[in-house]
T-cell receptor, first 110, second 113 residues
C-alpha cells in the first residue's frame, strides 16, 4: 500500500516566523503536488514537481522534490495569517490515480 | 471558467434514504474524480473516470455507493441506502493532465442522522 506521511500534523506559529513541512514515502512518484485547503473549501493546487531535486518557488513558498522522488518539503518564509490552512501533499505513480497525505494543519497567529 | 461545481453544498438526510451528489467538471477536462474526506481517514479516492468511462472504482466502500458520468459535463455519486458512517465531505475534482494536478470543487458536506 502506498502511503504519504506528512509531518508535523499540526503547527502553530507567530507571524513572521519560518517553517518547513515534510512529505515522505517509500514509493517513487512520477509527480508530486502540494495543495492548500481552507475551511469549507476544496484543496487548491499550489505546485506540481516532477524532476528529482527540483525546486520551485511561489512567492514566499519554496517546494523541493527529493532526489529519489520519494519525498518533498514545503518551506514558508515569514509566514502570514493568510497562510493558515491545511497543507496536503499528493503523489502520483503514473496514470490518473493520486494519493493524498493526511496533511499539516498550519495556524499563523498575528 | 466557474471551476468545478458541486451540488448541494450541504445535505442532511435520515439513515436509509437515498442521497445523490452532483458534479459539473471544468469544460475540456477529460478526467473526473470523486473523493471523500473525514478527519479520521483524510482524503480517500472513491472512483475516477477518464473520457466518461469509469477506470477504477476500487475505493468505493460498498455496493451502496454508485457513480455515473453520462456525459463530459456531469457526474453523480449516489448512496442508497445511506448510513451514519457515510457522513463526510465529498469532493469532486477534474483534470486535463491526469496525475499532474486537480481542480477541486467546494465539496458537499453530507450528514446522515
Amino acid at each position: 500500500t502506498q502511503l504519504l506521511e506528512q509531518s508535523p500534523q499540526f503547527l502553530s506559529i507567530q507571524e513572521g516566523e519560518n517553517l518547513t513541512v515534510y512529505c515522505n514515502s517509500s514509493s517513487v512518484f512520477s509527480s508530486l503536488q502540494w495543495y492548500r485547503q481552507e475551511p469549507g473549501e476544496g484543496p487548491v493546487l499550489l505546485v506540481t514537481v516532477v524532476t528529482g531535486g527540483e525546486v520551485k518557488k511561489l512567492k514566499r513558498l519554496t517546494f523541493q522534490f527529493g532526489d529519489a522522488r520519494k519525498d518533498s518539503s514545503l518551506h514558508i518564509t515569514a509566514a502570514q495569517p493568510g497562510d493558515t490552512g491545511l497543507y496536503l501533499c499528493a503523489g502520483n505513480t503514473g496514470g490518473f490515480k493520486t494519493i493524498f497525505g493526511a496533511g499539516t494543519r498550519l495556524f499563523v497567529k498575528a | 471558467d466557474a471551476g468545478v461545481i458541486q451540488s448541494p453544498r450541504h445535505e442532511v438526510t435520515e439513515m436509509g434514504q437515498e442521497v445523490t451528489l452532483r458534479c459539473k467538471p471544468i469544460s475540456g477536462h477529460n478526467s473526473l474524480f470523486w473523493y471523500r474526506q473525514t478527519m479520521m481517514r483524510g482524503l480517500e479516492l472513491l472512483i475516477y473516470f477518464n473520457n466518461n468511462v469509469p477506470i477504477d472504482d476500487s475505493g468505493m466502500p460498498e455496493d451502496r455507493f454508485s457513480a455515473k458520468m453520462p456525459n463530459a459535463s456531469f457526474s453523480t455519486l449516489k448512496i442508497q441506502p445511506s448510513e451514519p458512517r457515510d457522513s463526510a465531505v465529498y469532493f469532486c475534482a477534474s483534470s486535463l493532465t491526469g496525475g499532474y494536478g486537480y481542480t477541486f470543487g467546494s465539496g458537499t458536506r453530507l450528514t446522515v442522522v
